[in-house]
């Protein structure tokens, strides 16, 4: 059972990632502290690195929740998560964390780009577990603007790609 504060900060992000375009959105007391629009894990970065030890505590609403997005979640201290789609990895990843987690529909797998196999983030964190080596790893790429490990995100239920480039 989660508490009333968390439900409400699940409704919340839930109701802004359903009735907006970002990617990732991370509330606190109700308040919402930032909305990123993106593709692949660079939203979630980005809002870890702008928020800094204030997204400690915070609940995340993501629109697509794998791996590298888990070990994120665990890196930042989230105290909850809501995805539209998730992966069984990612979900376990945060159970394993203690960190509750709601989504709508299970995905095998995060695709890459072209759809054609597994996202690259994925695939480089095939063997780790720990947040802060998958955190290291993942900043050290977005800090090179690795552009190629895109991954395509398509909502399951208006069958559109969700992602894109802008992240503000």
């Given at each position: 059972m989660v508490s009333d504060e968390i439900q409400a900060g699940l409704k919340l992000v839930r109701d802004i990632l359903n009735t907006s375009d970002v990617s990732v959105v991370v509330?606190?007391?109700?308040?919402?502290?930032t909305k990123?629009?993106?593709?692949?894990?660079?939203p979630i970065i980005y809002a870890i690195e702008e928020l800094g030890e204030n997204i400690h505590e915070s609940i995340?609403?993501?629109?697509?929740?794998?791996?590298?997005?888990?070990?994120?979640?665990?890196y930042a201290k989230i105290?909850?998560?809501?995805?539209p789609q998730a992966t069984k990895t990612a979900i376990a990843l945060l159970i394993k964390g203690s960190i509750p987690v709601q989504v709508d529909?299970?995905?095998?797998?995060?695709t890459?780009?072209?759809?054609?196999?597994?996202?690259?983030?994925e695939k480089m964190l095939e063997?780790?577990?720990?947040?802060?080596?998958?955190?290291?790893?993942?900043?050290?790429?977005?800090?090179?603007d690795f552009n190629t490990a895109q991954q395509a995100v398509i909502d399951p239920i208006t069958s559109r790609d969700i992602t894109g480039e802008d992240v503000s």
């Open positions: 509330v606190k007391n109700n308040q919402v502290l990123k629009k993106g593709a692949g894990i660079k995340l609403g993501d629109r697509i929740l794998g791996k590298a997005s888990s070990l994120l979640c665990r105290k909850a998560v809501y995805s529909h299970i995905i095998p797998y995060v890459n780009r072209d759809r054609s196999g597994l996202c690259p983030f063997n780790i577990t720990e947040p802060e080596i998958a955190y290291n790893i993942l900043t050290k790429i977005i800090k090179t």
